[in-house]
């Protein structure tokens, strides 16, 4: 069993900065691959960036040059460093940590932090 908690949200003007944090509970973080994923109004939920276990990570085109993800295996933490931020980056951003035992995927989200950029 895996939990998440998102911290970090907030209101930011457009051009603003925010670092998201996700600290995670349960056992063997390092194992996991983490994601940021948003939930914009009127729109469909969407991958933000990812960070696999090994350190590799792979990011939405929109985000492009703006965002970071990191993660801080010995305190059970990921981040996502967020500037420039525009309008369009508002919505709920969830934490996803995700890992297989053998053939089984497992998969965990965190309860969601609302980021609200204003232009």
């Known amino acids: 069993q895996v939990q998440l908690v998102e911290s970090g949200g907030g209101l930011v003007q457009a051009g603003g900065s925010l670092r998201l944090s996700c600290a995670a509970s349960?056992?063997?973080?390092?194992?996991?691959?983490m994601s940021w994923y948003r939930h914009a109004p009127g729109k469909q939920l969407e991958l933000v960036e990812h960070i696999s276990s090994g350190g590799s990570t792979n990011y939405a085109d929109a985000v492009k040059g703006r965002v970071a993800i990191s993660r801080d295996n010995a305190k059970n933490t990921v981040y996502l460093q967020m500037n420039s931020l525009k309008p369009e980056d508002t919505g709920v951003y969830y934490c996803?940590?995700?890992?297989?035992?053998?053939?089984?995927?497992?998969?965990?989200w965190g309860q969601g932090t609302q980021v609200t950029v204003s232009s």
């Open positions: 349960g056992s063997s973080f390092s194992r996991n691959a």
């Open positions: 996803n940590a995700a890992f297989y035992l053998g053939t089984t995927r497992y998969e965990y």
